[in-house]
């Protein structure tokens, strides 16, 4: 029998749980990236890798979203609006790759990643701006917390890594819910992933 108070908050932590748990594909997508456009040190390099590491990126949010991403879209756009971001990021700060440059990079490519998609967004989502307004910050959060702990930015990689990345979805997870919540309505798609959450 459930207990009374354990209604919405259960299916909230769940849907919060699983999109931070998709810090996992950035990892990945780094190493792709990598694989595909080498070191970001010259411009083709960063929108090649950005390019790859955003579609693969834009993947693994969308498997995590609860049914609440359409995967073509949100990949697409991950891939556009990181690919372009990081050319533009990379370029400004030179490729340098201390605190303050890469902190500086992440907020540009998050310009650009937060528009892209906050445009591909259902149209069921409540102020998509503010994820194009959070996208700066919380993308120079996860360079940051990468830079801060050790990893070894030096090798030029297309994205911060693990730490940074949970970081990154963490507290990405919560605006996320609150933009596009899971809801009654939603279950109507027959989406199994959704069902799940509100089972």
């Known amino acids: 029998m459930r207990a009374p108070n354990s209604g919405p908050e259960r299916p ?4 919060w749980i699983r999109w931070t748990a998709g810090f ?3 990892p ?3 190493l792709a990236g990598r694989a595909a456009a080498g070191p970001v040190d010259d411009a083709m390099s960063a929108l090649v890798g950005g390019v790859v590491t955003g579609a ?3 993947a693994g949010q969308a498997l995590v979203s609860s049914g609440r991403l359409n995967p073509a879209r ?3 756009a991950t891939a556009v609006g990181g690919g372009l971001g990081l050319l533009l990021g990379a370029a400004l700060v030179d490729y340098r790759t201390d605190l303050g440059s890469l902190a500086l990079m992440g907020a540009v490519e998050g310009v650009l990643l937060g528009v892209a998609q906050a445009c591909a967004l259902p149209r069921a989502a409540r102020l998509p701006w503010l994820w194009a307004l959070a996208m700066p910050a919380l993308w120079a959060a996860g360079w940051t917390v990468t830079t801060l ?3 070894g930015v030096d090798a030029r990689y297309t994205v911060f890594g693990a730490t940074g990345a949970l ?3 963490a507290l990405s997870g919560v605006l996320f819910h609150w933009i596009l919540p899971v809801s009654t309505t939603d279950r109507t798609t027959g989406s199994d992933s959704l069902r799940e959450v509100d089972a």
């Open 28 to 30: 990945l997508a780094g």
């Open 167 to 169: 970081t990154f979805s």
């Open 74 to 76: 949100w990949s697409a």
């Open 149 to 151: 702990t050790g990893v």
């Open 56 to 58: 693969v990126i834009g």
């Open 24 to 26: 996992l594909a950035f």
């Open 12 to 15: 909230a932590l769940r849907v």
